[in-house]
């Protein structure tokens, strides 16, 4: 495998686009045939490329992109001049006069908000979507549950405004259960005050990220549920419906070794020395580092595939290279192929393992690879 300019790989990461079609196309199967799908590709797709994976996510049928940003909202309106887009974050002031060029709809907290944009959606002559966010104990984004009266009024009020989905954000779906179940019961609370039950159908009306899935209620006004990180085949916490749906891991990230030789015991490995080699050894140099988005944090922790066995790195990885201890493993030689996340020879380091061992979350991973890595697409047949 080469770059464009036909230079081999020394670190590059794999997607695999059929993997997330099946993905898709599991999780929807697993969830009541009413639940609409609104695909979360923040952050160039967890990223993993946002016009390829957009793409796949079109042909497998989301009904919905969400994205973080305007920014974001452009880079997928020149993939797709209509399908529909939601943007999570509260939009600057300033950026309300953008909305309409975009055509996306917008989440919105609070009354001032609601009047601004209708202000930049008038003096456009062009009508905006809004989803109104409560919140029912995140602290961030939306309106305060027991204040929600005045965003609502305010919604009603503005011409150029259409309320399209209302909806919430759980703080901690794969921990507290119990302070999710509140959270629900305060979302409907103050969907039930401040909306007729009439007329929601047409409202876009979700809470569940890919962890809140796992305690969805079935019955009840929610149509929607937002899928970031488990469309990548990432379970952030395995349970009984999340064990239902066997998610494929679309995303790997590899390496090679470039050069192998032998130390003696006593040997202080990389800068610091933080790693004093008890053994006489052998150590593979992987032409990886935190240059890539190998973190820092993985030092003298982490765990590299090499010829499909787990191999520790030793000491401090550095900007360009990582040392790993290959001592058992005699037949490994420069230009081999190591693994850092993904599948070797039988062998696995899940996304999960990875990120833990480097003291992080996969979503914080997947973030952190950086811009030297080529990502190279698997294409589902026909494709
Ligand atoms: C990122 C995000 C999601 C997706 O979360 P996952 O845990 O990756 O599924 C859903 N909703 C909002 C508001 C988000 O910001």
Known sequence: MSTPSGLPLRCWAEIDLAALERNLRLIRAALPAHMRYVAVVKADAYGHGLPQVAARLMHAGADL?????????????????????????????????????YDVAVTVSSAEEVERLDRAAAAARRHLDVHLKIDTGMGRAGVWHEEAGPVFEAVRCAAYLRLAGVFTHFSSPDEDPAFTAEQ???????????????????????????????????????????????????????????????????????????????????????YGGTHTLARPSRVAVLTA??????????????????????????????????????????????????VLVGRQLGAEIPLT?????????????????????PRLYRTPLGA
């Open 353 to 373: 393992e990875f990120s833990r061992h480097a003291d992080t979350i996969p979503w914080e991973t997947l973030c952190s690879v950086t811009k030297r890595v």
């Open 65 to 101: 992109f969400a994205v973080a940003n305007l920014a974001e909202a452009a880079a997928l309106r020149e993939i797709t001049p209509d399908w529909p887009i939601l943007l999570l974050g509260p939009l600057l002031p300033d950026e309300m006069r953008f909305a309409p060029d």
């Open 184 to 270: 629900r019961r305060r979302f409907l609370a103050a969907l039930d005050a401040h909306h007729p039950a009439a007329g929601r159908e047409a409202l876009f009306i979700h809470a569940d990220n890919s962890a809140g899935l796992e305690t969805i209620e079935r019955a009840g006004p929610f149509n929607a549920v937002r899928v970031g990180l488990l469309q990548f085949g990432v379970v952030p916490k395995p349970g009984a419906l999340l064990a239902e749906v066997p998610a494929e891991p679309v995303f790997s990230f590899r390496t090679r070794v470039g050069l192998v030789k032998a130390l003696p015991a006593g040997t202080r490995i990389s």
């Open 289 to 338: 580092g935190y240059g890539d988005g190998i973190p820092r944090a993985a030092s003298n922790r982490g765990l590299v595939l090499v010829r499909g066995r787990h191999c520790p790195i030793l000491g401090r990885v550095t900007m360009d290279q990582t040392i790993v201890d290959v001592t058992d493993l005699p037949d490994v030689r420069a230009g081999d192929e190591a």
